[in-house]
């Protein structure tokens, strides 16, 4: 029986099966902007409508340091772009549990947080009588976007744990381009943030 | 653990992260009117463009997956130009 390639019949090399998947998860990134996209769209055009309501919401000091530092320390995650040498990639994926850590604990809080203010549109909502429909709003936004966001998460943390545990034990060229692709997509979800943070919880402070 | 360490342009992309996201929180608590806005997009755009090009390492890449990169940011583009347009124009 002869023995397993490394790459699959389409492929001419190794390196050329790494581009295909390289360009691939670019496509699917493109993909990732616009849904994405069209829920900032969604926030611009609300925004525009209802420029107090989207302003003065979620200000309290208290939210800074708590939503900004743990995603700065994400960024950290998986620095594979030049990706290190054969049995050493499982390295790159150790921090991911102290991002589950970031997601399950923060936004716990958060939630909860919003929940207690009765800021969750649907569920006993309140806010004061001028800005209440802007405010509704601008909370679905945040909801939607955030659990969006938190899901990509969830699923960017799995993809870096499952190839820990592989590349753990038998590390190969194949599993190093599927934590590149990986590490693509994990950086995405980080510039994602990087937008999030800037509409939901920068508007606001100077007032 | 094994020896690798995280390259210098890594690294110092991460710093300049921290600092972008330092000066975009205290900028958010400067009285700038409008700008305050412009500020944290620019700030934001800025960041990722550090993030694409150094974490992403497009830097190393060439036309083929720039267009792939781009194709995104262009569809963004026509779905938030035209898609604005309208609501920011009417009167």
Request: proline share 7%; charged share 10%; net charge positive.
């Amino acid at each position: 029986m002869p023995e397993a390639k490394a790459f699959a019949s389409q492929f001419v090399s190794t390196h050329h099966r790494d581009d295909a998947a390289e360009l691939g998860m670019w496509v699917f990134i493109a993909t990732e902007v616009l849904l994405f996209g069209s829920l900032i769209l969604g926030y611009f055009v609300y925004r525009h409508v209802y420029p107090a309501a989207f302003a003065p919401t979620l200000s309290s000091a208290r939210q800074i340091p708590q939503f900004c530092l743990p995603p700065a320390f994400s960024w950290l995650a998986p620095s594979t772009p030049s990706p290190p040498r054969r049995g050493r990639y499982a390295s790159c994926c150790y921090p991911a549990p102290s991002c589950w850590d970031w997601l399950s604990l923060f936004k716990a809080i958060e939630y909860s947080d919003e929940y207690r203010e009765h800021l969750v549109p649907g569920i006993d909502f309140s806010f004061d009588a001028a800005h209440g429909n802007g405010a509704q709003l601008f909370f679905m936004f945040y909801f939607v976007a955030t659990a969006i966001h938190a899901l990509h998460m969830l699923v960017g943390i799995g993809l870096l744990a499952v190839l820990a545990v592989l590349t753990y034990r038998a590390p190969s060229t194949r599993h190093g381009a599927a934590l590149h692709s990986t590490a693509l997509y994990w950086h995405f979800v980080d510039v994602v943030w990087i937008f999030l943070f800037a509409l939901i919880y920068l508007p606001g402070r100077s007032s | 653990m094994t020896g690798w360490r995280p390259p210098l342009p890594l690294v110092a992309a991460w710093l300049a992260l921290l600092a972008l996201l330092a000066l975009t929180v205290t900028l958010a608590y400067l009285p700038l009117g409008a700008f305050n806005a412009v500020a944290a997009l620019l700030i934001g755009a800025t960041k990722a463009v550090i993030v694409a090009a150094v974490f992403m390492e497009l830097r190393h890449r060439g036309p083929r997956i720039f267009m792939f990169a781009g194709a995104g940011l262009f569809w963004l583009g026509i779905l938030l130009w035209p898609g604005l347009m309208d609501f920011l124009t009417r009167t």
